[in-house]
């Protein structure tokens, strides 16, 4: 269940094992709001199957999209560290089942594995990367150059053209990068119609280079 995840492995079947007996497991629907930003939660979620969102958003129901996690991933890692409450709330994109691992149970297994806390470090430091990747991109680029970005970024190659596979809305793209749906909509319109893009209800295709400027 955890061979894996990536904070787990180098751990041979007996430790795994163990980790396994200190988890539960639960299955949650499409849509279910699994945390809260500001909960005092303290247990550490892995993805068993499915997918999340991780977000924030503030009284005016504004939204903007941190990241999205799949199977063999996990949230939750920061309230194993500190005492302080949850920075962001997650959310199932599609039905979803996690292996739920409490503060107390983690630290019993750490005590006995210190390994784990070294690739718990290294994911943490891979993730700021991330953010600060995310954080340049952006104070520096226009929301042209953030959607050509997001879509690059989870494009995948097939038969020489690139293609995002995950049905992105354009209400997602938007909340990703903190851009209007309206605004979005435009950049993909204008970039079908030069026959860099097509669209349809399930993916993208990228047929050329984007242009750099819009």
């Given amino acids: 269940m955890f061979e894996t995840v990536s904070i787990f492995s180098g751990l041979d079947e007996h430790q795994l094992g163990v980790i396994e007996k200190h988890a539960n497991s639960r299955r949650y629907p499409k849509n279910a709001i699994i945390l809260n930003e500001g ?5 550490l979620y892995v993805i068993l199957s499915g997918k999340v969102k991780v977000y924030l958003n503030d009284e005016n129901g504004k939204e903007v999209s941190l990241n999205y ?19 962001a709330s997650v959310m199932t994109v599609e039905k979803s089942t996690f292996a739920i691992i409490s503060k ?13 806390a070294i690739h718990l470090i290294k994911d943490l430091a891979y993730r700021v990367r991330v953010l600060t990747g995310n954080v340049k991109t952006l104070a520096l680029s226009d929301v042209y150059g953030r959607v050509c970005k997001t879509l690059l970024s989870v494009a995948t190659e097939h038969d020489d053209v690139l293609v995002v596979e995950e049905p992105l809305t354009q209400q997602e793209i938007a909340n990703r990068i903190g851009a209007s749906r309206e605004m979005v909509c435009r950049i993909l319109k204008d ?22 400027r819009y």
């Fill in 39 to 43: 909960d005092s939660s303290d247990s």
């Fill in 191 to 212: 970039l079908a119609t030069g026959g860099y893009i097509t669209q349809n209800h399930r993916h993208i295709v990228i047929h050329k280079q984007l242009p750099q």
């Fill in 69 to 87: 996690q799949e199977a063999g991933e996990y949230f939750g890692e920061l309230s194993l560290i500190d005492d302080i409450e949850r920075s």
């Fill in 104 to 116: 107390q149970d983690f630290r019993s297994v750490l005590a006995k594995n210190p390994d784990i």
